[in-house]
């Protein structure tokens, strides 16, 4: 039986355009942008032609755009490269408590080699304070990094204010924008956004190629050395068919203000629905939600064992974030926003997409309180 895929934020299935665009990048058109001959200056010229693209979309410089394998690298370079950069400045960086593991670890592993890192609250919609993050900023501070949509329950940042902030106090401002980028509009120039990390395939993409932003201004060392790849900052044959296929996944994605318009109308239908259910809350904000994220916790229910019984019912979702179900804590995004262990344990995260129908959403209304009526029967609690 047709499986239906509702879990957009941990991948999304490429797009047929995107195949089609990368399909003569293996065998036909398979040169080293690098060599100088014909066949190397063909894939010059396609890379080329999609970091132009890429960089338009953020209102940024072709030569400001660097291709990394993924957004978890991309964001390693940020961080640890301007970290290493700018140590004669100071060795303060400032983040959240409700950032991906690509970015917490790398703070983590920077804390280890001297640096010091605040991880800044966040309110009960995980909200961060821009005024917070004023505060934080001290004579030493030299990177704020903040993401810009959170991948389990879709709160959106405000980054415009919090990019005028580090503007003024004169401190670089990254985003992992892994999740909104292609699905909210971002100007890094008006946002004030000095670095920002991006990956193709949560945008119908391929996996294995991500972005990084980077303010020509921005002073950054590489992490990764060799051929002086990517403005030296990412040596490495480039993966060519990659980036056209990520060019060609924010082409599709011009359309974002409908899209979004679509997929929230659906996402409301289903949280009003799930709400009905006795014991149920709605995590994160009602506002300021990106329009593809339902996150909601219901008392007196495993995660995993529903996430399983879901799956025998066709749909695909998953509890909490998909890159950190490996582990048997309780999310540190849902306990950062008040939620107890036991609760954020009990928690579904369906994330929405292009493909997503209303056949699709009205089959999940049908049968998650099914589900949970009958794990509840079975449930100690
Ligand atoms: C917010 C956020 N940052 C970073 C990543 C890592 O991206 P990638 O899978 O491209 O390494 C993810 C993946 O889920 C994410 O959601």
Redesign the pocket.
Known sequence: MEKIYLDY???TPMAKEVVKAMEPYFSEKYGNPSSLHALGKEAKDALEKARSSLAKSLNAKSVEIIFT???????NLAIKGVAFANRDKGNHIITSNI?????LNPCRWLEKQGFKVTYLDVNKEGLVNPKDVEKAITKDTILVTI?????EIGTIQPLAEIGKICKKKKVYFHT????GFGKLPIDVKKMNIDLL?A????ILGP?GV?LLYVNHNVKIEPIQHGGGHESGLRSGTENVAGAVGFAKAIEIAKDMKKEMEREKKLRDKLINSLLKIEGSRLNGSRTERLANNVNVSFKGVEGEALLIRLSQERLQVSTG???SSKSLEPSHVLTAIGLTPVLAHGSLRITLGRYTTEEHINHAINVIPKVINSLRKISPF
């Open positions: 934020s941990a991948t394998g993924c957004g978890t690298e991309s964001n950032e991906h593991p690509a970015v993401m810009h949509v959170n991948n992992d924008a892994v999740q990390s990956s193709a395939h949560k996996k991500g974030s998909a890159c």
